[in-house]
C-alpha cells in the first residue's frame, strides 16, 4: 500500500529542500535510467506530540500535547522536522485514504481524545483504533491520565507504524515521484500502484529487490518499432521515448541519414514506424568519367539524379534504377542507340513423297514442284556505349506461304528381258559410254545415264525424270528397248561393244 506525499498525512510532515536525486542517466547498465537515494541519509520517521500552543517543544523538554507533526532525528530539532519538497501529488476528491495499522478508513473521523474532530486519514485511523482498545472512557476520566502516560501509549502503538511507512521515489518512464509506501519490495510496489510490466520493459532494480527508504525505482516500457533500415525490414523493441534516443539505442548511424520521422518525435507505447536510409557512398562510370558522391538517396535513379547525370531516350545502369544503392556500390552508365531492320527470309517447302504403281520401281515423278515460302521479320538493332550488340526479333508475318512439293514414286517391277535384244554385251556398253557409272553426265549436261541419254530419248522410252536418276536395271531396260527400234545407232562409236 502506498500513498502520495500530497496525501494528508505528507502536508502534516510539511516541507524543506528539494530532494537529492541522482542525475538521469538514459543508457545506463538496465538500459534505463540511473536510480538513487532520496533524501539526507538514514531519515526515520518518528511521530513528534506538539504543544498545545501549536508550536512544537525545545529539546529535551516534555511535550505539553499529542498530535503528530512530523519527522525528526533523535534529538528532538525542529528544524529537522520536515521531508525534502517533493511533487505534490493531490488525492482525488472522494477517494478513501487507506487506514493505518490501528483500524479502518476515515471517512468520517470521530473525535479524537480530547473531544477535537480527528484529522482524516491515518491520524485519525490511529486515533479510532486507540479508542477502541481503551475502550470507553468517561471523559472526566480521561482527562485526569497523566499527559505521559498517553504520550507513552501513542509513541508505543505507532512505532511499528512507522518503521514500515517509507517514502521512496518511482520513476515511469522518465517522470518521478515521490510516494511512501509499505511494500517490502519492488514487485510488491508495482502491484500496489497497478502496474504492469512486460518482457520488452525494463525494471530497475529487480522485482526481487528489497526496498528501503530512499530507494528509487525505474521503469521503463518498451515499445514496439518497426524499422525499414535500408530497404530491410525488421521488428524491434526499445525503452527510449523519442527517435532519437530509439536510434542510440539501437547502435544505428544516423549522421547523414534518411528519417521518415524527426528525432525530436515521440514514440508512445503503441509503437511507431520508422524509415531509416543511412548516408552510402555510390561511384558511377558515365562517358568514362567516374562520379562518386555520399547519398542516401532510396533508388539507384534518385542517386544518379543526385550525381548531375542525365539519361536519354534508352539510356540506362548496370543495375535496375529501382533498386537500392548499396555502400561501395560501382554503377556503370549505359548509353544506348538503336532503330529498327526490317528483313525477308525464305521459308523452305516440305516435299511429299507417294507411290504410284503405274510407274517402274526407281522411277520417280514430281507431280507438283515445290516453291518456298517468304517471312518479313522486324528486328531492333541496338548499340551500348557504340558496341553494336545482336538484333532483337520483335515482330514478323508471313508475306507467302510455301508450296509442298509432291513426287510420285514408282512401284511396279521392272522388266528383265526386252525380246530382240538379250543376249548383248550390255555391261560392255556401259563402261565404253560412262564407265559403268549410273550416275554419269557428260561435260555439256544434255547425256547422263550409263548409256548416255537426252532426256528426250529417256521420256520417249517410258522413263521419268532425267536417265542418270534412275537405277541401273531401268536404264537397261530403257537401252534394251531403244535397241531394239534403232539398232546400235545411238551409240556410234561403242555400239560395236554389243557383239565383242
Known amino acids: 500500500m502506498s500513498h502520495p506525499q500530497g496525501s494528508p498525512h505528507a502536508a502534516r510532515l510539511g516541507a524543506a529542500e528539494p530532494p537529492s536525486y541522482l542525475p538521469y542517466a538514459p543508457h545506463d547498465a538496465y538500459g534505463a535510467e540511473s536510480y538513487g537515494v532520496l533524501g539526507g541519509p538514514e531519515a526515520h520517521e518518528a511521530y513528534v506530540p506538539r504543544q498545545s500552543s501549536g508550536s512544537p517543544a525545545a529539546p529535551g523538554e516534555a511535550p505539553a500535547g499529542d498530535v503528530l507533526t512530523g519527522v525528526v532525528h533523535p534529538p528532538y530539532d525542529p528544524a529537522a522536522l520536515a521531508l525534502p519538497a517533493e511533487p505534490s501529488f493531490e488525492e482525488p476528491a472522494g477517494d478513501r485514504l487507506p487506514a493505518s495499522p490501528f483500524g479502518g478508513y476515515d ?21 479510532a483504533a486507540r479508542r477502541k482498545r481503551a475502550g470507553a472512557v468517561p471523559d472526566p476520566l480521561r482527562r485526569l491520565l497523566p499527559q505521559a502516560l498517553v504520550v507513552a501509549f501513542l509513541a508505543g502503538g505507532t512505532s511499528a507504524f512507522i518503521a514500515s511507512d517509507k517514502a521512496v521515489q518511482l520513476s515511469v518512464d522518465g517522470r518521478p515521484r515521490t510516494l511512501h509506501t509499505f511494500a517490502d519490495d519492488v514487485g510488491e510496489l508495482l502491484a500496489d500502484e497497478g502496474m504492469a510490466v512486460g518482457e520488452h520493459d525494463i525494471v530497475a532494480p529487480g522485482r526481487d529487490h528489497d526496498l528501503a527508504a530512499g530507494d528509487r525505482v525505474v521503469v ?10 535500408d530497404g530491410e525490414r525488421r521488428q524491434v523493441w526499445t525503452t ?13 548511424r544516423a549522421e547523414g541519414a534518411y528519417l521518415s520521422a524527426s528525432r525530436s518525435a515521440p514514440i508512445s507505447r503503441r509503437g511507431l514506424d520508422l524509415h531509416v536510409r543511412t548516408e552510402r557512398t555510390v561511384t558511377f ?7 562518386t558522391l555520399r547519398t542516401n538517396a532510396a533508388t539507384v535513379r534518385e542517386a544518379i539524379q543526385q550525381a548531375g547525370i542525365a539519361l536519354h531516350g534508352q539510356d540506362t545502369a548496370s543495375v535496375d534504377p529501382e533498386s537500392f544503392p548499396r555502400d561501395g556500390q560501382t554503377i556503370s552508365i549505359m548509353r544506348i542507340t538503336g532503330g529498327q531492320e526490317v528483313r525477308e527470309i525464305p521459308i523452305d517447302y516440305a516435299t511429299e513423297r507417294h507411290d504410284d504403281p503405274t510407274l517402274t520401281k526407281g522411277t520417280e515423278v514430281v507431280a507438283q514442284r515445290g516453291e518456298p515460302g517468304l517471312e518479313r521479320v522486324t528486328y531492333a538493332l541496338r548499340s551500348v556505349n557504340g558496341v553494336r550488340q545482336k538484333p532483337r526479333k520483335i515482330s514478323s508475318e508471313i508475306v507467302r506461304k510455301p508450296r509442298t512439293q509432291i513426287v510420285k514414286v514408282g512401284t511396279k517391277a521392272v522388266p528383265t528381258t526386252v525380246q530382240g535384244a538379250e543376249g548383248l554385251n550390255w555391261h560392255a556398253l556401259a563402261q565404253c559410254e560412262a564407265g559403268g557409272r549410273p550416275d554419269a553426265v557428260d561435260p555439256s549436261g544434255t547425256y547422263g545415264g550409263l548409256y548416255q541419254f537426252d532426256v ?7 522413263g521419268s525424270g532425267r536417265p542418270q536418276d534412275a537405277t541401273a536395271e531401268e536404264q537397261t531396260h530403257r537401252a534394251k528397248k531403244l535397241y531394239v527400234r534403232r539398232g546400235a545407232s545411238p551409240w556410234p562409236v561403242c555400239g560395236r561393244k554389243l557383239h565383242g
Open 220 to 229: 521503463r516500457y518498451g515499445r514496439p518499432v518497426t524499422l525499414t533500415l
Open 456 to 462: 528426250h530419248t529417256w521420256q520417249s522410252l517410258g
Open 240 to 252: 527510449a521515448r523519442t527517435v532519437d534516443g530509439a536510434l542510440r539505442q539501437l547502435g544505428v
Open 285 to 291: 562510370v558515365a562517358d568514362g568519367h567516374e562520379h
Open 107 to 127: 471517512d468520517e473521523p470521530p473525535d479524537d481524545l480530547y473531544g477535537e474532530p480527528a484529522a482524516p486519514g491515518r491520524a485519525g485511523g490511529r486515533r
